[in-house]
């Protein structure tokens, strides 16, 4: 069974930086592209985030230049590092798996419980 638990989130001020995890298991995760997505309040959900399976990552316009993602495979773990964070950017995130290496050719489904991000002073 795939599971994905996310982690890190909290409350950040305004150019703060916070650092998200999510932990995989259930499935071969060194395969698989992941996505980084998010809710903000009172809102759909939109992409933050794509990484392949061996590492090349996509970003969103909103977040390009101050989130990075990363993988390490070794340890089936998915990180989502967030710089001068806006309080645009409070929602809650959430990590999704690709049913490819190439993020580009994947579904996304299976998504975790998320964790709460709020930018405030």
């Known amino acids: 069974e795939v599971q994905l638990v996310e982690s890190g989130g909290g409350l950040v001020q305004p150019g703060g930086s916070l650092k998200l995890s999510c932990a995989a298991s259930?499935?071969?995760?060194?395969?698989?592209?992941m996505r980084w997505v998010r809710q903000p309040p009172g809102k759909g959900l939109e992409w933050v985030s794509d990484i392949d399976n061996n590492g090349p990552a996509t970003y969103g316009d909103s977040v390009k230049g101050r989130f990075t993602v990363s993988r390490d495979n070794a340890k089936n773990m998915l990180y989502l590092q967030m710089n001068s964070l806006k309080p645009e950017d409070t929602a809650v995130y959430y990590c999704?798996?690709?049913?490819?290496?190439?993020?580009?050719?994947?579904?996304?489904?299976?998504r975790g419980q998320g964790t709460q991000v709020t930018v405030s002073s």
């Open positions: 259930g499935f071969s995760f060194r395969r698989y592209a």
């Open positions: 999704t798996k690709g049913n490819d290496a190439s993020a580009n050719r994947s579904k996304f489904s299976a």
